[in-house]
C-alpha cells in the first residue's frame, strides 16, 4: 500500500471560521466569529466506509464542503489522494462523487435519463464506460421505470438513488454521503445500503457517510467518528461508542393483556408501561437477541419491535462523561 492509498483523506488540525454579522441596535451591527470546524484531525484509507455522525450544527456537513473544495479552511492542512480540495478543485472532481441528502445534483424539469446524460458531458464520460455504470446503477438502485421520469416527479426515495447513481457515473474513488438515506421508507433504504456494501466490496470505493440514522452506520462502517461544536469527540468502533456512551436501546413489548412489569429478563430493565405494552432498556452494545427470546419464552406476546437509540442522546452522554470537551 502506498502513502497515498495510507492516508487518502487527510485532515492535520482543520478549521473553519465563519463571520457572523448580526443586528445590535438600530444602527449598529455587530460581528462574531463561529468556529464550525475546530482543529480536527482524522485519516481515512482507501477502501474505508467511515460513519461520520453528529448533531445538527455540529459541523459534518462544513467538513464535507472542505473536502469536496466547496469550502476553503481557515486553517490546517487538508488533502484528499494527495490533492488540496480548494487549490485544485477541478482535478479532484474526477476523483470523488458527492450527494447531499436534502439538495439534488440532478436537473429539476429533465428526466433522469437526460441528466445522467449531461453528467457524462460534463464529466467526459467514455461511452462503454458511461453505458456499463448507468446500466449497473439502474439495476441495483431500482432505476429502470424512472429514466424518463422528470425529476420533479420523483419521491424523496427515488430522487435519493437517483442522485446516488449521478454521483457513480465517472467512477469516483471517493464517495461522499451527507444524510443519504434521509425521508427514505424502509424498502429504500435497504436498497441504499445493499447498493453502497457491493461498491465498497466490488471497487474498493472509499465512502464518508455522515447521517443520523445509526442503522446506516450498524449496517455499512466498521469505524465511527463523531463530532460535536466543531470538535471531534470519538473516533473507533460503534461498539465502543456505544460503551463510552453508555447509550441504550429499547425493546417495545406488545402483551396479549395488561401484566406487571416485566422484571425477570436478564440484562434488560422496564422503564416505562402502557397498559399492554412495556419498554424494556438495555445496553446498545449488547445483542437484543437474547433478551428477545426469553421475552418471548416467558409472555404472551402479541408484537415487539428494537428501537435504537438517537444519536444526540449518545453524544449527550458522551460530554456527560467528558466535561472538559
Known amino acids: 500500500m502506498t502513502g497515498e492509498d495510507a492516508t487518502f483523506i487527510e485532515l492535520d488540525g482543520v478549521e473553519k471560521v465563519f463571520e457572523v454579522r448580526r443586528r445590535a441596535g438600530l444602527l449598529r451591527r455587530e460581528k462574531r466569529e463561529v468556529r464550525a470546524v475546530d482543529g480536527i484531525s482524522f485519516r481515512v484509507p482507501r477502501g474505508e466506509i467511515v460513519g461520520y455522525i453528529g448533531p445538527n450544527g455540529a459541523g459534518k456537513s462544513t467538513t464535507i464542503k472542505m473536502l469536496t473544495g ?44 437526460d441528466s445522467y446524460g449531461l453528467v457524462r458531458r460534463m464529466y467526459r464520460i467514455p461511452d462503454d464506460r458511461y453505458r456499463a455504470n448507468l446500466d449497473r446503477c439502474v439495476e441495483l438502485l431500482d432505476l429502470g421505470d424512472l429514466l424518463d421520469v422528470p425529476v420533479r416527479q420523483l419521491s424523496l426515495g427515488q430522487r435519493m438513488r437517483g442522485d446516488i447513481a449521478a454521483a457513480l457515473l465517472h467512477d469516483p474513488e471517493v464517495l461522499y454521503l451527507d444524510e443519504p438515506t434521509i425521508g427514505l421508507d424502509v424498502v429504500s433504504k435497504a436498497k441504499v445500503r445493499g447498493f453502497l456494501r457491493d461498491l465498497n466490496a466490488e471497487r474498493g470505493t472509499t465512502v464518508l457517510l455522515t447521517t443520523h440514522d445509526l442503522t446506516d452506520i450498524e449496517q455499512l462502517c466498521k ?20 460503551t463510552v456512551g453508555e447509550s441504550e436501546r429499547m425493546l417495545v413489548v406488545d402483551l396479549e393483556r395488561e401484566l406487571p412489569p416485566i422484571e425477570d429478563v436478564p440484562g434488560a430493565r422496564v422503564v416505562r408501561v402502557e397498559g ?46 467528558r466535561p472538559g470537551l
Open 70 to 113: 466547496i469550502l476553503v479552511p481557515s486553517g490546517g492542512r487538508l488533502r484528499v489522494a494527495g490533492i488540496d480540495p480548494s487549490r485544485d478543485r477541478t482535478r479532484l472532481a474526477r476523483r470523488i462523487g458527492v450527494v447531499f441528502g436534502q439538495r439534488t445534483t440532478l436537473w429539476w424539469d429533465l428526466p433522469l435519463r
Open 223 to 242: 469505524r465511527v467518528m463523531v463530532i460535536d461544536h466543531g470538535r471531534l469527540v470519538y473516533d473507533g468502533a460503534l461498539d465502543g461508542l456505544h
Open 276 to 321: 399492554p405494552r412495556q419498554w424494556l432498556a438495555f445496553p446498545a452494545a449488547h445483542s437484543a437477541a437474547p433478551i428477545v427470546a426469553t421475552v418471548a419464552e416467558r409472555y404472551p406476546l402479541v408484537d415487539l419491535s428494537v428501537r435504537e437509540p438517537d444519536i444526540e442522546q449518545v453524544i449527550a452522554r458522551l460530554y456527560a462523561d
